[in-house]
T-cell receptor, first 113, second 116 residues
Framework: QKEVEQDPGPLSVPEGAIVSLNCTYSNSAFQYFMWYRQYSRKGPELLMYTYSSGNKEDGRFTAQVDKSSKYISLFIRDSQPSDSATYLCAMRTLSGGSYIPTFGRGTSLIVHP | GAGVSQSPRYKVAKRGQDVALRCDPISGHVSLFWYQQALGQGPEFLTYFQNEAQLDKSGLPSDRFFAERPEGSVSTLKIQRTQQEDSAVYLC??????????????FGQGTRLTVV
């Protein structure tokens, strides 16, 4: 079993829909939680990060962390065709020397007009 | 440059050939990561540098994979005697090192390696 599990999709939604993307994890030492967006043939770009449990909002995006359930979510409101991409969750510990992010496999999102 | 630069963007290698992939991180970034991303998968960690020191190479799949960062800036990932299962996108990322808070890892566009 991988440390970070993420449903690969694809997830297809109409423009304007609310999208919910999720990851579960097994390592209770993870403290920083990140969401990256990756367009086809591009490198991942950071969308949001949160520290420990709670919510964080940035425009149309809300990141949510529930450490008790080892479950994180990214919500996208008023989804647009330009949001079509693969969304990768990533997480890392605070301690230790290397702070290496561990990634999920990504969820492919398609927003159709 | 403004971002992480990787070269070449695309590489086709015959099975058994050696390849070298280059990463130019953002100037001043202490941390440098290499990841391997197979089709339809998330990035898998290969190795990590802090300046010129390779602090973690636990993700390198075999001794055919070797990475270096001799002056703490540019890094090279070398794969010897390439095999078909090495076909993937190789991503490089760099970041500042800040133990007190999260610092963003900036990714390059990757090198797509195809072994034929």
């Amino acid at each position: 079993q991988k440390e970070v599990e993420q449903d690969p999709g694809p997830l297809s939604v109409p423009e304007g829909a609310i999208v919910s993307l999720n990851c579960t994890y097994s390592n209770s030492a993870f403290q920083y939680f990140m969401w990256y967006r990756q367009y086809s043939r591009k490198g991942p770009e950071l969308l949001m990060y949160t520290y420990s449990s709670g919510n964080k909002e940035d425009g149309r995006f809300t990141a949510q962390v529930d450490k008790s359930s080892k479950y994180i979510s990214l919500f996208i409101r008023d989804s647009q065709p330009s949001d079509s991409a693969t969304y990768l969750c990533a997480m890392r510990t605070l301690s230790g020397g290397s702070y290496i992010p561990t990634f999920g496999r990504g969820t492919s999102l398609i927003v159709h007009p | 440059g403004a971002g992480v630069s990787q070269s070449p963007r695309y590489k086709v290698a015959k099975r058994g050939q050696d390849v070298a992939l280059r990463c130019d991180p953002i100037s001043g970034h202490v941390s440098l990561f290499w990841y391997q991303q197979a089709l339809g998968q998330g990035p898998e960690f290969l190795t990590y540098f802090q300046n010129e020191a390779q602090l973690d190479k636990s993700g390198l799949p075999s001794d055919r994979f070797f990475a270096e960062r001799p002056e703490g800036s540019v890094s090279t990932l070398k794969i010897q005697r390439t095999q078909q299962e090495d076909s993937a996108v190789y991503l490089c990322a760099s970041s500042l090192l800040n133990r007190e808070s999260n610092t963003e890892a900036f990714f390059g566009q990757g090198t797509r390696l195809t072994v034929v």
